[in-house]
């Protein structure tokens, strides 16, 4: 699958321009459940936490967060610098970028963070954002299981400091992109994830 970059980067950069107009029509009711993490939908995919096995680490912000996800489907993971990264379900990665120094809060590098994109058996991918610089461990092409390192926490691109800006999403019709909120493994059971919570596996 080739994905569209440019399409990748509307989508990251509609956060903040108020373009997602998918998003425009969600009710407030799904979007409040799934902040709070009180949504319930039992048939998403179950992923494994974004980290190695063992840690516990504190999600900035979880989906719709009050911060810079507020028209979005995406989770923040604090993990600190250099930290791995891994795979949170099998796939083949389909695109990614590692040669990226730009960083900080500034809009000219929206589109400028190293990642790692990850096609699944359903059609869907993960996107792992702001990888530091020249850290990435996987190729394109290159099949992962999930827990594979594909590369290492960092702040390139539009970020304030180091984390992991994780999403999932699938192409609907018409080359529309969707966002899509999905369940984690946790060490507390299986739930979707809260904005301001520690989550451990
Ligand atoms: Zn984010």
């Avoid at 930290?83 to 695109?95: L, M, Q, T, Y």
């Avoid at 059609?123 to 990435?136: D, I, Q, R």
């Avoid at 691109?157 to 992991?164: D, F, N, Q």
Wanted: proline share 1%; hydrophobic share 35%; aromatic share 16%.
């Amino acid at each position: 699958m080739k994905i569209n970059k440019f399409i990748l980067f509307i989508l990251f950069f509609s956060n903040f321009c108020f373009l997602n107009l998918a998003n425009a029509q969600i009710p407030r009711k799904l979007k409040r459940d799934l902040r709070y993490g009180r949504y319930t939908e039992d048939t998403s995919y179950v992923y494994e936490m974004p980290f190695e096995k063992g840690k516990r680490v504190w999600l900035i912000q979880g989906y719709y967060g009050w911060f810079s996800h507020k028209h979005e489907k995406a989770l923040d993971f604090n993990l600190k610098r250099s930290e791995n990264v891994c795979a949170a379900r099998s796939g083949r990665v389909v695109d990614l970028e590692n040669n990226s120094k730009a960083t900080g809060f500034i809009r000219s590098n929206i589109n400028k963070g190293n990642y790692v994109i990850i096609e699944h058996s359903d059609g869907t991918c993960a996107a792992y954002w702001h990888l530091k610089y020249n850290s990435v461990k996987v190729q394109v092409g290159q099949k992962v299981t999930a827990g594979t390192i594909i590369g290492q926490c960092g702040k390139s691109g539009y970020a304030i400091k180091p984390h992991l800006h994780f999403w999932i999403f699938r192409r609907g019709d018409y080359g529309i992109y969707e966002e899509v909120a999905t369940r984690f493994k946790t060490d507390n059971g299986i739930k979707y994830l809260r904005g301001g919570r520690w989550y451990g596996h």
